[in-house]
């Protein structure tokens, strides 16, 4: 993927070891262009120059005079400063530093090969590195999903730009920090092991395999919710000494699907259950013992609203689920659809008191509507039955029997309640 063209300038090195070099071939996406000076002050000029270079110099003519020439040059990664030499003792600290390798006279055939094939491979290295980070750079950085490689002591070694924008610091002040920095959290909220995501990692590093985990942490802008995937990281004895995570942010997705199942829990009009969520609720309470189930119905609705127009017929619908919540508010309420209402009650209750209580709410029902002359010819019947002790009965059962329980009552003449009892089975239904 790159392409590398490498400049070897040499100072004081006999023809034969600059030819010798010459011999050695370049590796792969490597080209090599020799330049060969008799002298530093030859080279000097040369050295000036940008570019990726290797300069080979000849301490042994002057060791001082080529340590001076080192010193001078204006520091940079691209140069690569190779000493030829038998004793760099007397070198100072700062001329060792900026050495990239020191070549023992005499030299040899052998030994130049050999100094310049590890040249080649040292050089090669380097370049394959910078390769592969810019690959992972260059992977992870573009992604909206955090990335974050630690070590088994929780430091963080390397993050993404995601990462860096949720925490609101750079890769600088993230690097060699812990969770507990990173995120802002306080240290009771560290020490308690709070949104530090501590047990997932021992997890991932016990089980030696990629996990799943939903994850809440704790940061500057508040709670965020995160879906994490957490890899461990083996050393060369499959031995692990860190692991890598990648989290999607799902804090708004989250948020929206709440938004959503409360939508789909709540009717818009009468801000009651719907028939989805009683369907919820009566899976969560199907091991009730004591249940009772009461079936509303509005009597004459159609007419109403073919009257009045279908805002009358809402009001009304609306008005109902109001008097109802007060009524029932120790209850479940649902309004199944169109005009029709279900009330859940658990624990064990009076049949004759729950059917007393039912007749006082259909008269109060009946009051209501008299009081508006689009309303005054709504009533309402409802259907009641209950858990027997005898035999277990489901929700789905009592739902039922409710219902025909309300059609016993629109038999009636509506505007009144029944309570179930099996011959209700052998009848006919009445018509609503």
């Known amino acids: 993927m790159y392409s590398c063209e490498l400049t070897i300038q040499t100072a004081g090195l006999d023809a034969a070891v600059v030819e010798q070099l010459k011999a050695v071939p370049p590796l792969e996406r490597f080209s090599h262009f020799f330049q060969a000076f008799d ?7 040369s050295a000036r120059k940008s570019g990726e270079r290797v300069l080979i110099l000849n301490g042994a003519l002057d060791i001082d005079a080529t340590a001076r020439f080192i010193d001078g040059q204006i520091p940079s990664r691209r140069i690569r400063y190779i000493l030829c030499a038998k004793d760099i003792s007397s070198l100072s600290e700062e001329t060792m530093s900026r050495l990239y390798d020191v070549w023992l006279i005499p030299l040899t055939a052998a030994s130049v090969d050999f100094y310049f ?11 394959d590195f910078w390769l592969s980070r810019a690959w992972l750079d260059q ?3 573009p992604l909206p999903d955090l990335i974050w490689y630690k070590d088994m002591k929780g430091a ?3 993050v993404n730009d995601a990462f860096c924008n949720i925490v609101g610091k750079t890769k600088e002040d993230i690097q060699g920090r812990g969770h507990y920095y990173i995120w802002g ?12 995501c501590l047990e997932t990692e021992r997890e991932v590093q016990r089980l030696g395999r990629t996990c799943v985990f939903d994850e809440q942490v704790k940061s500057a802008d508040g709670m965020r919710q995160l879906k994490t995937y957490k890899t461990p990281i083996f050393d060369e004895e499959s031995r692990i000494i860190g692991t ?43 091991d009730e013992k004591h249940i009772t189930c009461i079936y509303f119905d509005l009597d004459h609705f159609k007419e109403v609203n073919d009257t009045y127009g279908h805002h009358v017929g809402d009001e009304a619908l609306a008005a109902t689920a109001e008097l ?25 209750r009076a049949i004759g008191n729950t059917e007393a209580r039912v007749n006082a709410f259909l008269a109060r029902l009946m009051d209501y509507y008299w009081q508006t002359s689009t309303m005054r010819h709504l009533s309402i019947s409802a259907g009641i039955a209950q858990t027997d002790p005898a035999s ?8 039922h029997e409710s219902d025909r329980a309300l059609y016993r009552a629109k038999n009636a003449g509506r505007a009144c309640c029944r309570v179930y009892d099996p011959s209700m089975e052998t009848t006919g239904r009445g018509q609503r």
């Open 185 to 196: 959290l306080t240290k009771e909220e560290y020490e308690k092991g709070e949104f530090v």
């Open 244 to 286: 890598v995570g990648v989290a999607r942010d799902v804090t708004l997705e989250r948020a929206y699907e709440q938004q959503i199942l409360e939508m789909a829990r709540q009717d818009c009009l009468t801000g009651l259950a719907t028939r989805w969520y009683l369907q919820e609720y009566i899976e969560q309470n199907k």
């Open 117 to 127: 094939r590890r040249l080649q491979k040292q050089l090669k290295d380097e370049k």
């Open 139 to 141: 992977t992870i950085d």
């Open 392 to 399: 277990a009965k489901s929700i789905d059962q009592l739902i």
């Open 39 to 45: 002298s530093l002050d030859a080279l000097s000029e």
């Open 324 to 348: 109802m919540q007060q009524e029932f508010s120790d209850g479940f309420i649902s309004r199944l659809g169109g005009d029709e209402f279900m009330v859940v009650l658990l624990g064990k």
């Open 156 to 158: 963080h070694l390397k």
